[in-house]
């Protein structure tokens, strides 16, 4: 039996009902009368409201199709597998010694699901609002301001936008240098608009710096306006 | 404007921000700076969640693929347009006259998309608990309860209740014999409860032949009472 208590600090949430907690974190290869497979089902609903209603509010002026593009890029394997690290999930769950030698402690598909259900679990102990903070917090843990930045506006897109009504053209990006060793490497990149260059910025990858410049050009075309 | 006194009265709910109630009823079709495409994001969340722990809750022997089946069969177009129609909601939404002359009030999807986003307006401005019951009281009005035994048939769950609150004892199945080539079997199965033989069914799998048996002894307790 685990020790839980690490997972609820770690959530900052103590778990009411460990019969459902167990539940939660039981992989059906274990083959026991239960498995965590109905709190997903619960899980999945549950997480896809809170994110949905977090980006809602969050983005007051896009469209459902935007909202829900950018949901399915945090709702989905990936995306629960990265919260499941983010509270070390794998080290709690129950699977049978076959998936143990298969490394299912940490492939996305187990790890996915077993977030989704204690997910699931505390919803249903707690309800909505106990969880909310619970998701939201982890969600900002795991995409940190940057990320979230990059993940949620697109810079590139809205100034595309900007400058094909502007000018008729779109921006050009040029790579000005990359600077540090490989497995920390930065990349400096300039923005030129209708032949005049519009700001310099630093990323740590060509695709964030030029967020991060196309976020300084569009600064400057609102300051215009 | 729509007198809404009408709506609140079938819905058994006061609308307490009218702005978001009008959002949630006009269509894009008006043309204006805001329409119901973004509640009704929202509103597909809440009631996925809703339908889905309603589910949980009342079939819990049911594994997690018989639930998203039940689901899927209630949360869709068809399904919400069923949900609008009860409450008339075609009468107060707010459409183009060119959608108007195209029969659009009767339009399966515009009248499930502004279902949605009602609900999505009243989990916004009154949370979930405001909203679970008018959405389970108007899917039980809906789906009367026959159609809804039928639609979700899990008898085995539904007989267990019974039993157990009649004899503390679950029923026993068992299997009678097996028929037929392996691409086409048939299994048999009887019912025992509390020592007594209530039945006899078959069935393509060992499990549809229970539920078969299962609602011949739902029939007979029926009966009794």
Known sequence: MSDYSKLEK???????NKDLIIEALTHKSLKKPYNN???????DAVLNLIVGEYLYKKFPNSNEGELSKIRASLVNENGFTKLAN??????????????ERNNGRHKASILSDAFEAIMGAIYLESGLDALKPIILDLLEKSYEKI??????SDYK???????????GSIPEYKIEGSYG???????EVSIWIDGKKYGQAKGKSKKLAQQAVAKIAIEQFKGDN
Chains 1, 2 share one sequence.
């Open 86 to 99: 983010e509270i070390k999930l794998g080290d709690y769950i129950f699977i049978s010694t076959a998936e």
């Open 10 to 16: 770690c959530l900052d949430y103590q778990f009411k």
């Open 181 to 187: 060793p490989d497995h920390k490497k930065e990349f």
């Open 37 to 43: 497979e109905r709190l997903e089902f619960l899980g």
């Open 157 to 167: 897109t809205a100034l595309q936008e900007i400058t094909q009504a502007q000018f």
């Open 147 to 152: 990320n979230l930045d990059v993940l949620f």
